[in-house]
């Protein structure tokens, strides 16, 4: 994902269905004894079929991000295949900042965008650490270039595997020799 740095932007088309769930930040130790952050993810449609509304607790990883109250960090994500412009390349982008799913959703619900493949987005940020405000702007509606469309016809990625967790050679097609 290319997260905006400060005073930049970069433009988007969503390519697919929206997805919702939950994720979990944590730190392990690696075969080697190696340090690693690792994220956990939960599907929020699988979660609701199994009869949960939340992860449940004995899924949560040790050694997970807490609150203040000593409670898991666990945060809602939006996730969704996109078209990059900058990087000219499909990618899963998740967003977890409530200012950014808040303005997406907007955007949806507006008549005159509807349906968010329909027109690109401008995601900026401005500030730094906790004073980071990011904006996400729906550009005027226009169809998907022809190449883009073609090209995604091919892109193999499970969406729903991402949300789950899975590791990305079951989220991405095997590449092809």
């Known amino acids: 994902m290319s997260t905006p740095q400060d005073g930049e932007s970069v433009e988007f088309r969503v390519m697919s269905t929206c997805r919702w769930g939950y994720e979990v930040w944590y730190d392990y130790k690696d075969e080697d004894g190696q340090d690693r952050r690792g994220c956990a993810r939960w599907d929020a449609e699988s979660l609701m079929e199994g009869g ?42 998740s967003f977890t900042q409530v200012s950014l799913r808040e303005q997406f959703q907007k955007a ?21 650490e906790l004073k980071t405000v990011h904006t996400l702007m ?17 892109f193999d ?13 079951e989220v991405f097609g095997k590449p092809e020799d």
């Open 52 to 93: 949960f509304d939340e992860p449940p607790a004995e899924e949560i990883p040790e050694g997970c991000a807490t609150r203040k109250d000593g409670s898991p960090m666990i945060k809602t994500f939006m996730a969704m295949v996109v078209w990059n412009y900058k990087e000219e390349r499909f990618q899963i982008w």
């Open 108 to 128: 949806c619900e507006n008549p005159r965008y509807g349906d968010p493949r329909g027109y690109d987005f401008e995601w900026s940020r401005t500030g730094k």
């Open 138 to 154: 729906a550009l005027p509606p226009e169809p998907t270039a022809d190449e883009i469309a073609e090209d995604y016809v091919d």
């Open 157 to 169: 990625c499970d969406l729903k595997a991402y949300c789950l967790g899975a590791p990305g050679e």
